[in-house]
């Protein structure tokens, strides 16, 4: 088993120093029914790759959604690289440039190839049409796919779907990926197959990775794990 290298890791870091952090962040639904996140202290350093753990329902998902911008706090703030974006557009920036995403369900276009999905996050950003396709072609090559670009999802195993999808968040060369349960519908062959590859990313590109996931391999292989238990972080 590959384990992905460590790089210099602190666990208290200002908001300066870390590239994505939460400072006292709640998450509250269902008029403050369901709390989903309870006064949440996290600070991330550039380079390291961490394990977010925990049962089904401990907040894990939800922590990961805030830390791009995809949710919002009820209480407490995020930073990104010590800046708190104001604005949803804000978010839809950084998602655009900086932060890459992998959803357990793929969340690919269905009518779209292989290759037209790994370009869409290029729309955001100025890219002449064939610049965007190369990057696209390149990258699928890179996650083993070359042969592939033009197969639409349907016509696509689940471990080459995430693939596509992996591909799709590298696609600006985003400093930070976030991975949430990105081998929760795959068998154990491909899973690792995954893992590896998520994991060569890391350790070769230096980009911060952070994983949900309640698989121990995956946890056993990262510099850092935290322990997510009713919306609380009970270990770090």
């Not at 992905?4 to 590239?19: P, T, V, Y």
């Not at 992998?102 to 049409?129: C, D, H, I, W, Y």
């Amino acid at each position: 088993m590959k384990k992905w290298q460590a790089r210099e890791k602190r666990k208290f870091l200002s908001h300066d120093d870390a590239i994505a952090s939460l400072e006292q962040v709640s998450r509250f639904y269902d008029d403050g029914r369901v709390i989903a996140l309870c006064d949440v202290t996290l600070g991330i350093s550039r380079g390291e790759s961490l394990a977010i753990v925990g049962p089904s329902g401990s907040g894990k998902s939800t922590l990961l959604h805030l830390l791009c911008g995809l949710d919002r706090p009820t209480q407490g703030r995020v930073f990104f690289e010590g800046i708190e974006p104001g604005s949803a557009k804000e978010w839809a920036d950084l998602r655009s440039e900086r932060i890459g995403f992998v959803f357990q369900a793929f969340n690919l276009l269905s009518t779209l190839t292989a290759l037209e999905n790994v370009e869409v996050p290029m729309f955001g950003v100025k890219r002449r049409a064939e610049e965007r396709r190369q990057q696209a072609a390149d990258l699928l090559a890179r996650v083993g796919l070359a042969e592939r670009t033009h197969h639409r999802p349907s016509e696509l195993s689940a471990g080459e779907r995430q693939r596509v999808a992996i591909a799709r968040s590298l696609a600006n060369s985003p400093d930070l990926i976030l991975a949430d349960e990105p081998t929760g519908n795959l068998d154990s062959k491909t899973s690792a197959e995954i893992l590896n590859l998520l994991g060569d990313i890391h350790v070769n590109e230096g980009t911060t990775l952070v994983v949900v996931t309640h698989e121990r391999e995956i946890a056993s292989r990262v510099s850092r794990v935290v322990r997510l238990v009713d919306g609380l972080i009970v270990s770090d």
